[in-house]
């Protein structure tokens, strides 16, 4: 470091082009092998744990690429990262099911008149109310108190209260999910107060990717008397709500409708009995409305101690029944319905392990 006795001016030389300057407007693009994540997509990447999330883990053959790019992330926060192309991939997609297989109408309403253009059949994803947890009882509760939900964008949520005989709430089951809440509160009509619950609100009962299914109705004597589905939809995880909407300058009112969802693969099998002197048992996958499930059994010192599933098949609706055809039964098990996307190959792709 030169210095002077006297004022003047110190001309210093310094090398930076090989540092990343640590502010937010550094852009960095990188081309990389990684475990997981789209090919050949620049995604942009703002943190080490994003890198982990969309691109996975370093290991002994991607810990060049992938230490690479986390070095730049230490100093900035916006990365262009391209997964590359390599041999021997593997990639895990999504496959949307449970689709709605029929809408069932639970009230034909009335003063629905226009059929050109009929009423608005809307499948609703947003806002759905999934579940009402009480956290404090409260006191006083002679009898069930009604129970109303509170919000400005969402409605047609119903649900119904449960009390003890002590006088306390115990739960709140919710009968219609209803649709559009964002921020919802909840009225109890009627004797007790002081309980307190909070509010379960899914922002979309379908999976990305999913498709919207499209439905007509069916009009007679100023009531809806059916509804047609035209198209059924993926990617639902649980029923959404219908909606039907009357035609402008139309003055129907009160119909109301359920949609049932399509079945899917099975997710799990549980092991609730092992069973005796089994040696090498085939595991029979019977009834539940769908086709296709194949499991194993493993066997220790002839007790089942676990059931794997091999394919999960498609269109479970229901748990089906497991049994093991062989001497000594005895193995009981229960089952898990996975009703909206499953693991599937790829052009010939092995399914990722993730």
């Known amino acids: 470091m030169p210095f002077q006795l006297s004022p003047g001016v110190a001309v210093v030389e310094k090398d930076f082009t090989s ?19 789209p090919v050949l997509e620049p995604i942009t990447i703002t943190s080490e744990d994003d890198l982990v999330r969309r691109f996975g883990t370093p290991n002994n053959f991607n810990f060049q690429s992938w230490f690479t790019a986390a070095n730049f992330l230490s100093y900035s926060n916006n990365l262009l990262l391209v997964r590359q192309k390599t041999t021997n991939m ?3 997609v999504v496959t949307p099911s449970g689709g709605v297989s029929s809408i069932t109408l639970d009230n034909a309403g009335y003063g629905y008149i226009s059929t050109d253009p009929a009423p608005s059949v809307q ?9 009402v947890t009480v956290l ?24 119904t209260a449960n009390v003890s005989a002590g006088g306390q709430l115990i739960s709140i089951t919710v009968t219609k999910q209803g649709y559009g809440y964002t921020n919802p509160s909840i009225t109890l009509t009627g004797p007790g107060s002081g309980a307190t619950f909070s509010i379960n609100v899914d ?32 990617g639902y995880t649980t029923a959404p709500t219908v909606s039907i909407i009357p035609a402008t300058g139309d003055q129907g009112t009160g119909a109301t409708a359920t949609a049932v969802l399509s079945g899917g693969p099975i997710q799990s099998i549980t092991l609730t009995s092992g069973g005796a002197n089994y040696v090498s048992p085939v595991v029979a996958i019977t ?19 676990g059931i794997v599933i091999a394919a999960g ?33 790829v052009e010939g792709i092995e399914p990722s392990s993730r």
Do not use: H, M
């Not at 300057?21 to 994540?37: H, K, L, N, R």
């Not at 499948?123 to 579940?131: A, C, F, L, N, P």
């Not at 098949?313 to 996975?338: D, E, L, M, Q, R």
């Open 19 to 37: 540092i990343v300057p640590a502010v937010a407007t550094s852009i960095g693009a990188f081309a990389g092998q990684f475990d997981w994540g």
């Open 90 to 92: 593997k990639n895990a």
């Open 123 to 131: 499948v609703r994803t947003d806002g759905v109310i999934k579940s």
């Open 136 to 159: 404090t009882g409260g006191t006083g509760f002679t009898q069930a108190p009604v129970v109303s939900f509170n919000d400005s964008t969402g409605q047609g949520a119903a649900a």
């Open 203 to 234: 922002s979309s009962v379908q999976e990305e990717g999913g498709s919207q299914p499209t439905a007509v109705a069916t009009i007679s004597g100023g009531g809806i008397t059916g509804i047609t589905l035209a198209n059924n939809g993926n």
């Open 287 to 305: 009834g539940g409305g769908g086709t296709g499930a194949v499991a194993t059994a493993t066997v220790v010192a002839g007790v089942i101690t």
């Open 313 to 345: 098949g498609t269109g479970y609706t229901s748990n089906p029944t497991a049994f093991c055809p062989k001497v000594n039964s005895g193995c009981c098990v229960s089952f898990v319905i996975f009703s909206w996307f499953r693991l599937v190959e």
